[in-house]
């Protein structure tokens, strides 16, 4: 439901006009009722892995990695739950915060300083970068990210606070938006704050140039070819996960402009060959060439087209634009089901005990609004998934539903799984629609990574 009540004049920038709402409208009418829903509701939140973070349910899942007879019975309890009763989640697992969920809140308030001008839209940004400076792990030398729990997987446990090259690419984004957007708002003192952007601008410049150190040399190489190598998804790590290739070959390619760097973007081209070489034939990527996780899902296709669109803007590598080709191709011809919304998988692994996924549809939006141009029929699908979130999505609280399963909602609000991703990308849409209103909202698309500069004065 689409809240009829005036949002704050910091998100709804233009005047009342009678007639319909326009869809940026409701849009901005979606993003004020969120923010204030945010507010209340607190900045931690359960995750769709809270089943399986305690104890009990590690232990259940390592037992299903284990034997698939004894383990299935172990989780089933778990399983039922995720399906029927998702709110359950509350009696595995506490409330906790996530470090991607705040690098997305960052940039979604960093694009609505840059739609409306209202600097309290800014220092949110810097209240969310502070708080990714307070939950880096701690036991790595660079700045880096990784996930507040343990997470059991098919090859053990990896531990919490252990730095994952999925997680921090976001980290990076989120300093890089606002340390661009300071550059060109130094001059003056938000009305709010005792702080000036200049005092940001050094510390933001040591905390990118940390985290690109941290992607060169504590994540791995793993040469696949002559031209070509695969990255490990954490220090410790394998290789062979394509978005984890793909979400390197963006951040090392980007701090490589940023920092006039060419080791960086040796290393990032032999991972974004990876990437190239691993596409099927279709157009599509199997999540990881191990012979052993060759499903394809929306989100993890939309991050691998993501991270070449920004690649390919960056570098005008034409191998990037042909991927993209066949990519959007696959993609819109078997990511979608019959009424042209996501779907979760063209050839899933298992049993879904959902039907479709607030993830994936933020991830759709924001793919769409970087590709439209190039695409022209990804417009069509742009407007079909923004109509149907607002239509579907919106609880009347103000937040997102996570999940349409079989049989009804899941409603349990998850920051790290769909709510800060579907702020950020309505956020990013409301700014290319009504576009930047701010000396620092020049840029029309996320082609981040230009050359960055700080003067002896400001550090």
């Not at 383990?71 to 089933?76: P, W, Y």
């Not at 906790?96 to 308030?109: C, N, T, V």
């Amino acid at each position: 439901m689409i809240s009829d009540r005036c949002p704050p004049s910091s998100v709804r920038s233009l005047p009342a006009v009678a007639g319909p709402l326009s869809v940026a409208d409701k849009v901005s009418d979606v993003l004020a009722d969120f923010t204030e829903w945010l507010d209340a509701y607190g900045e931690k939140s359960w995750d769709y892995q809270s089943f399986f973070a305690s104890r009990v349910g590690g232990r259940a899942k390592a037992l299903y990695y284990q034997s698939r007879l004894i383990g299935t019975a172990a989780v089933a309890p778990m399983i039922f739950c995720e399906a029927l009763l998702p709110s359950a989640r509350r009696l595995f697992h506490r409330r906790i915060r996530f470090p991607i969920a705040d690098a997305h809140y960052a940039m979604g308030f960093a694009f609505l300083y840059e739609t409306t001008g209202d600097f309290s839209q800014l220092e949110k940004s810097f209240h969310f970068l502070n708080e990714l400076t307070t939950s880096r792990c701690h036991d790595f030398k660079e700045y880096c990210w990784g996930y507040p729990f343990d997470w059991v997987w098919r090859g053990g446990v990896i531990k919490q606070q252990t730095p994952l090259i999925t997680t921090t690419p976001y980290v990076y984004e989120a300093f890089l938006q606002v340390y661009e957007i300071l550059e060109h708002t130094s001059e003056f003192r938000p009305p709010t704050s005792d702080l000036r952007p200049l005092d940001l601008l050094g510390e933001y410049k040591q905390s990118l140039e940390s985290i690109a150190r941290h992607a060169r040399f504590d994540i791995k190489d793993f040469r696949t070819s002559e031209t070509a190598s695969s990255c490990s998804y954490s220090p410790f790590g394998e290789g062979g996960v394509v978005n984890a290739a793909a979400y390197r070959a963006f951040l090392l390619t980007s701090a490589s402009r940023a920092f006039g760097n060419d080791d960086y973007w040796k290393i990032a081209q032999r991972n974004l060959n990876f990437v190239l070489e691993s596409q099927n034939r279709d157009g599509s990527w199997f999540y990881a060439m191990d012979g052993v996780r060759g499903f394809i899902d929306h989100y993890h296709t939309c991050f691998v087209l993501k991270a070449l669109t920004k690649i390919h803007l960056l570098t005008g590598y034409e191998a990037c634009l042909e991927a993209l080709s066949k990519g959007v191709a696959y993609y819109l011809k078997n990511l979608f089901d019959e009424d042209g919304l996501p779907k979760p998988f063209s050839k899933a692994p298992r049993l879904t005990v959902y039907k479709r996924e607030l993830y994936d549809c933020a991830e759709c939006i924001n793919l769409c609004l970087l590709l439209r141009g190039r695409f022209p029929q990804l417009e069509t699908t742009l407007k079909t998934v923004v109509d149907g979130v607002l239509q579907d999505w919106i609880k009347p609280d103000g937040s997102f539903r996570s999940r349409r399963l079989h049989f009804g909602w899941d409603n349990v609000p998850m920051h790290r799984w769909g709510q800060s991703q579907m702020f950020r990308s309505l956020a990013f849409y409301l700014r290319e629609f009504r576009g930047p209103r701010t000396d620092g909202g020049g840029q029309k698309s996320e082609d981040r990574g230009g050359r960055i500069e700080v003067a002896t004065e400001r550090e």
